[in-house]
């Protein structure tokens, strides 16, 4: 059985900062790509930002110059440090990461449960 389990989310006031953590526990063989998405009331989940096990990463526009991704894979967790928050950053944040459990099984997409994040204007 794996999880992720996030922490991190809160109210914050415009400008302010966050910082959002994901920690991967159970059976864990390898962990591959490892993003963050976000779900706003009456909108879809979209991708924030990922990170590859290679530290490649890749952001959505409109969070480019203000968030940072970044992973510690012998911790198997992933950050997101949020600068300069805006009220269109509130939303459910949620955590998700391509993980094998075993040398010749596949990587399975497994998600977190998601940690709110609201921003006062």
């Known amino acids: 059985q794996v999880q992720l389990l996030e922490s991190g989310g809160g109210l914050v006031q415009s400008g302010g900062s966050l910082r959002l953590s994901c920690a991967a526990s159970g059976s864990i063989f390898r962990i591959n790509d490892m993003a963050w998405y976000r779900q706003a009331p009456g909108k879809e989940r979209e991708q924030v930002a990922i990170i590859t096990s290679t530290a490649m990463t890749r952001y959505a526009d409109s969070v480019k110059g203000r968030f940072t991704v970044s992973r510690d894979n012998a911790k198997s967790t992933v950050w997101l440090q949020m600068n300069s928050l805006k009220p269109e950053d509130t939303a459910v944040y949620y955590c998700?990461?391509?993980?094998?459990?075993?040398?010749?099984?596949?990587?399975?997409?497994?998600w977190g449960q998601g940690t709110q994040v609201t921003v006062s204007s």
């Open positions: 998700l990461a391509a993980i094998a459990t075993g040398f010749s099984t596949p990587f399975r997409a497994v």
